[in-house]
């Protein structure tokens, strides 16, 4: 239709509508990570994008052979599907175990009607070797100046023995295998560049959020991120009837080793406060949240922990740190922390009522000789 309404020849409404799939992928994927995140899912973005990417390529490559299923021209639309294959396997990194790819190739083929053509048989076992050589030159060639010319190597060789297959099992003209052939390298070639900017863009907006979001210093969440979080958990936690606990920290007698070692030590006791903060967090429970809200000062959100489930969590933070040690060149440094500890309650009238009850927890410890925790 689009040659003969309006001359627009077939190979370019190709590259169109492959890259408006791709782009509708990109589109429909990072609303669903942010839907997902926005509720605090544990998915992991690499399951998302496993999962959604499988499932998305699946119904693209299904639904455009239902067109031309069962006819002699069933060949016509494998350049879609082996774009999406490569898609997949080598952007997206995907990995497949033989034991759902082939079943999935299985299924395929009967639906085509294809599970008595030994050609057909012959193509999904090279389809399956593609796809993990994709997989693995995509990790051993990652940032590698060469990481083109293999990737293309790679899409070359196996393009042309999946068309030689087609070519045996439809009977068509040497012209139409070589034609198809070199539309399919040209395809992989735009798809390489395409891929690469949308990587490049995404790279850059992630070290933008996290530029925005992040201490640089300590690499926790910052004052902006904490203020966000407080607003939502503290909404869904009245809404809910959630517990919502908060602790606050901060380092003991700070400005005196700033005063007495210099900043640089005290950007050392931070960075290493921070990242035994962090290892405890990461064997407990991922959903709390850890900030840096201040100089020394440190929150953290416990999301659906009542006073009581919290402390457990508390204890350790507390031993861990009051353990810290930090060598100077003629001096140890023992760190303590004096914390403060709430559980939100119905005073809480705003996040800000909270933090104030939380903050005066810890200035009771602060006034009643440090190294200390006060809950409430």
Request: hydrophobic letters at 50%; glycine letters at 4%.
């Amino acid at each position: 239709m689009t040659w003969s309404h309006w001359q627009v020849p077939p190979f370019e409404t190709s590259v169109f509508f492959v890259l408006g799939v791709l782009t509708l992928y990109w589109v429909s994927y990072n609303w669903l990570a942010t839907w997902l995140h926005n509720r605090r899912s544990k998915l992991s973005d690499d399951v998302i994008n496993t999962w959604y990417g499988v499932i998305y390529m699946l119904v693209f490559v299904f639904s455009i052979q239902t067109l031309v299923i069962g006819s002699q021209d069933a060949w016509q639309f494998m350049n879609f599907q082996l774009i999406a294959i490569i898609f997949c396997a080598y952007f997206l990194n995907i990995h497949v175990s033989y034991y759902f790819f082939f079943p999935i190739v299985l299924i395929y083929m009967a639906f085509n009607g294809s599970l008595g053509y030994w050609q057909s048989w012959g193509h999904a076992i090279t389809l399956m070797v593609f796809f993990w050589i994709l997989n693995d030159i995509r990790v051993r060639c990652h940032g590698r100046h060469s990481v083109f010319a293999v990737y293309m190597l790679v899409g070359m060789s196996f393009g042309g023995l999946l068309w030689l297959w087609m070519k045996f099992k439809f009977a068509f003209t040497w012209t139409t295998f070589w034609q198809e052939w070199i539309y399919l390298v040209i395809f992989e070639a735009l798809l390489f560049v395409y891929v690469s900017m949308l990587f490049h863009d995404s790279e850059i907006k992630v070290r933008l959020a996290k530029f925005a979001s992040h201490d640089a210093l300590t690499q926790t969440e910052n004052f902006a991120a904490y203020t966000s979080a407080i607003e939502n958990l503290f909404a869904e936690s009245r809404k809910q009837e959630q517990p919502l606990t908060m602790m606050m920290f901060d380092i003991d007698h700070f400005k005196q080793i700033n005063d007495t070692y210099g900043h640089s030590v005290g950007d050392q006791v931070l960075r290493e406060v921070s990242s035994v903060v962090q290892t405890v967090i990461a064997a407990n429970d991922d959903q709390i949240s850890f900030y840096r809200t201040g100089g020394e000062e440190f929150n953290l959100l416990f999301p659906s922990y009542d006073l009581d489930a919290a402390a457990s969590v508390v204890h350790q933070i507390f031993a861990a740190v009051n353990h810290v040690t930090i060598e100077t060149d003629t001096d140890q440094i023992h760190v303590t922390i004096s914390v403060g500890v709430a559980v939100a309650n119905a005073d809480d009238r705003s996040p800000m009522d909270f933090y104030n009850r939380v903050d005066k927890n810890l200035y009771h410890s602060k006034r009643h000789g440090r190294m200390l925790i006060t809950m409430d």
